[in-house]
């Protein structure tokens, strides 16, 4: 059964702490991709990586890192230095970048306690 | 910057009806146009892909039409059932980027009422 899988679903956070979000794919689908949505805002990109051990910030990367060691993987570290972590972040991936179709994962609820 | 705004922002109509969902994008140079649903709490589901030299896509109820000369899109929603309840989201990838960006509206509420 292919897919998207973020782990986990619900998420605390205590101030000054780093939190990690899991996403891993089955599809064997180069690109992958961090959103983050917000009420009234719409989705956002945070990172995407388009290659294994190669990444790109997107509009948003402040207070984030990522790492791309594995094709099927693709974590999110949400450091101390977001000021504003409370959110719903979705993984997505495509086969490649530009002109293929996004897949996303369930989300995972992150808030700050 | 290309900017994808979605009218109306909320839609309710009675079961069975037709109903038609807008999207219009500020750059004609896409890649394509996605739309997707999701349900409160959950992650986003792909509809319809519709490449920038297409003119539509059909899937089930489901036809999206899409204009790029003049920015716009169309979600039409045959005989509509409470189960379309969802939130609509349409997204563009635009050509300026390789990396597959996708850039989207705030999305249409529906609720179909029984």
């Known amino acids: 059964d292919g897919g998207i899988t973020q782990s986990p679903k619900y998420l605390f956070r205590k101030e000054g702490q780093n939190v990690t979000l899991s996403c891993e794919q089955n599809l064997n689908h180069d690109a992958m991709y961090w959103y983050r949505q917000d009420p009234g805002q719409g989705l956002r990109l945070i990172y995407y990586?388009?290659?294994?051990?190669?990444?790109q910030k997107g509009d948003i990367a402040e207070g984030y890192s990522v790492s791309r060691e594995k094709k099927e993987s693709f974590p999110l570290t949400v450091t101390s230095a977001q000021k504003n972590p409370t959110a719903f972040y979705l993984c997505?991936?495509?086969?490649?970048?530009?002109?293929?179709?996004?897949?996303f994962g369930q989300g995972t609820r992150l808030t700050v306690v | 910057k290309q900017e994808v705004t979605q009218i109306p922002a909320a839609l309710s109509v009675p079961e069975g009806e037709n109903l038609v969902l807008n999207c219009s994008f500020t750059?004609?140079?896409?890649?394509?146009l996605q739309w997707f649903r999701q349900d409160p709490g959950k992650g986003l589901t792909s509809l319809l892909l519709?490449?920038?030299?297409?003119r539509e896509q059909t899937s089930g109820r489901l036809n999206a039409s899409l204009d790029k000369s003049s920015g716009r899109s169309t979600l039409y929603i045959a005989a509509s059932q409470p189960g379309d309840s969802a939130t609509y989201l349409c997204a563009v990838q635009d050509a300026y980027n390789q990396g597959g960006k996708l850039i989207f509206g705030q999305g249409t509420e529906l609720s179909v009422k029984p």
């Open positions: 750059d004609s140079a896409i890649y394509n």
């Open positions: 997505a991936s495509s086969i490649a970048g530009g002109g293929t179709e996004a897949f």
């Open positions: 990586s388009q290659i294994v051990n190669d990444f």
């Open positions: 519709i490449q920038s030299s297409q």
